[in-house]
């Protein structure tokens, strides 16, 4: 039986953390460097991602960046081929890169979210980057992991993929309605039925599929939202960004050898009401 920290040890191994400079994507990548892994950072914000990559290098990490647009198959592909010429090969694929309408201000400026009109174009856009985008990720990065005879992959899902959104925690006392759209449902419900059928796609070629799925974390929300929030959830908070780290390096280590086709859930007890 393996010594309990060299579980978790990543030493020799290569991850692409997709959405690398997100609000959990850094702190994924973060991880997984202190982990022992070699780092890509992708993300479509090629400067962002460059310059994570290079403050991690400078506290002694192996990292480097792509400026990678998920939705583009041949920049998905560059990515893993940039990915072995740095590092030599592919173990691990965090998908964490996602349109999310409290990461986009635009968007909602632009829609209330109401079902009833919501934009087809909108729709189209977050169904590309989301579930197509997360598709070909997948793709692309199975490819070196068939050759190696062994991967892991880890697609990011959310509590709002398990169950709706309570459309109450939107609303504001003397304000136009606003709701989380329908598109963050349709695709985070998807990302779990994606890691279903690659896990049993691949079921005895030693590539793991998994799904992690966060509550709420927070990012500067408002104390009305961070109050009815609380309500819902069992541990009466939001939860920190650091606090996904633990479960993201169990899926991505022999911590979880045995584990294929799951969907691991922290949400403060959101979902377990």
């Not at 920290?5 to 973060?30: N, Y």
């Not at 999310?100 to 934009?119: L, V």
């Not at 398990?162 to 003397?174: F, K, T």
Request: net charge negative.
């Amino acid at each position: 039986m393996s010594p309990l920290p060299h579980l978790f040890d990543l030493s020799g191994r290569v991850a692409i953390v997709t959405g690398g400079v997100g609000l959990l994507g850094s702190e994924f990548c973060q991880t997984l460097a202190e982990a022992g892994a070699a780092v890509m950072v992708a993300d479509l914000n090629g400067e962002a991602a460059r310059n994570l990559a290079v403050s991690l290098t400078q506290i002694g990490y192996r990292a480097a960046s792509h400026e990678t647009d998920v939705t583009a198959a041949e920049s998905v592909k560059e990515l893993v081929i940039d990915t072995i010429k740095a590092f030599g090969r592919l173990d691990i694929l965090v998908n964490s890169a996602a349109l999310d309408p409290k990461f986009d201000p635009q968007s909602r400026k632009s829609h209330s979210g109401a079902f009833e009109s919501y934009p087809i174009e909108l729709w189209q856009q977050a169904l590309d980057v989301n579930l197509t985008g997360a598709m070909l990720c997948c793709q692309a990065a199975v490819q070196p992991m068939l050759e190696q005879g062994c991967g892991t992959i880890i697609n990011l899902s959310s509590i709002y993929g398990i169950s709706a959104p309570d459309q109450r925690l939107y609303q504001r006392i003397g304000q136009p309605p606003q709701f989380k759209p329908v598109y963050y449902t349709v695709t985070k419900a998807g990302i779990l039925g994606l890691t279903k059928y690659l896990s049993a796609y691949y079921a005895g070629k030693n590539i793991r599929v998994n799904a992690l799925t966060p509550g709420g974390v927070f990012n500067g929300h408002d104390e009305e939202f961070l109050t009815a929030y609380a309500a819902r959830s069992m541990m009466g908070r939001m939860a920190d960004k650091d606090e996904m780290n633990g479960a993201l390096l169990f899926l991505a280590s022999d911590a979880s050898k045995y584990m294929t086709g799951a969907n691991l859930i922290i949400d403060g007890g959101w979902t377990a009401w």
